[in-house]
């Protein structure tokens, strides 16, 4: 009886992270609809990318600033964290809920997972 308890227990753990999986976001209409008028935050940073290509805020008691664009699916930006240059970088985009996933690299480097406000 507990094994097949803890069959049941092991295959609905197993089909749960399919409906909490991130979604790819590839579109730039799609991308811009969900960051309309909302701030991204992360812990001691808050940012907003603006519908004219800008990405303006504060992190960790510096001014963030910087432009992005859109290319081939990936947001692509280039970022200033008070005077420190950040540089150029594409990444993939991605959301589930309030949590918008950014990888740099195209997808293939580190992620952050920002909270829509």
């Known amino acids: ?15 749960a992270p ?4 991130f979604a790819r976001i590839t579109e730039e209409e799609r991308f811009r609809q969900i960051v309309e008028d909302r701030q991204l935050t992360y812990p001691l940073v ?5 519908p004219d290509g800008q990405i303006v805020g504060r992190g960790a008691g510096r001014e963030v600033s910087g432009e992005w664009d859109w290319e081939n699916g990936l947001f692509c930006r280039d970022l200033y964290w008070g005077e420190r240059e ?10 589930r809920g309030n949590t918008m996933r950014f990888t740099s690299d195209a997808g293939q480097g580190d992620h952050a997972d920002f909270r829509l406000r």
Request: aromatic share 2%; with cysteine.
């Open 1 to 15: 009886m507990r094994s097949r308890i803890a069959a049941v227990a092991a295959a609905a753990v197993t089909a």
């Open 18 to 21: 399919a409906a909490a999986d």
């Open 46 to 50: 808050r940012l907003q990318v603006t």
């Open 86 to 95: 950040l540089g150029y970088n594409c990444q993939t985009v991605e959301v």
